[in-house]
């Protein structure tokens, strides 16, 4: 884990922007088989949080709240999604309430929901302390 996070700081914001934009081309292409779980997955999975270039912070939020966006079944997100993903996904989930718009922001409720019950109150606790890791 050490390695990966040394290697994301060593990459430049060009070559995570390349990385980012091949993760959504396969993002699409989950969305269109009708798998967004797994769209979701990969769109949370390699989220750089140490980066400190807005472009970069701003192309990751893109392909992840296309994934959200393409849930349907919140409740079947839940049963299939892994437990190391729900820290990064309520960072995910606060940036997406913060924009204000009506869409996004009803969606990620639907999903603040279900997450809070699923992870319990520290997982919104761990988002409020983390001022390192900004998404």
Request: charged residues 30%; contains cysteine; glycine residues 6%.
């Amino acid at each position: 884990m050490v390695e990966q996070e040394e290697l994301v700081e060593a990459d430049s914001p060009e070559a995570i922007i390349i990385a980012i934009e091949n993760k959504s081309r396969k993002i699409d292409t989950l969305l269109k088989q009708s798998k967004p779980v797994e769209a979701l997955k990969t769109a949370l999975e390699g989220s750089p949080p140490k980066i400190k270039d807005e472009r970069c912070k701003s192309a990751s939020w893109i392909v992840v709240h296309r994934a959200m966006m393409g849930i349907k079944d919140v409740d079947g997100l839940f049963s299939s999604l892994e437990p190391e993903y729900y820290d990064i996904l309520m960072k995910y989930l606060y940036r997406g309430l913060a924009t204000g718009d009506r869409p996004t922001c009803d969606q990620f409720l639907r999903i603040h929901e279900k997450l809070t019950e699923k992870a319990g109150l520290g997982c919104i606790l761990r988002y409020l302390a983390d001022t390192v890791n900004i998404i």
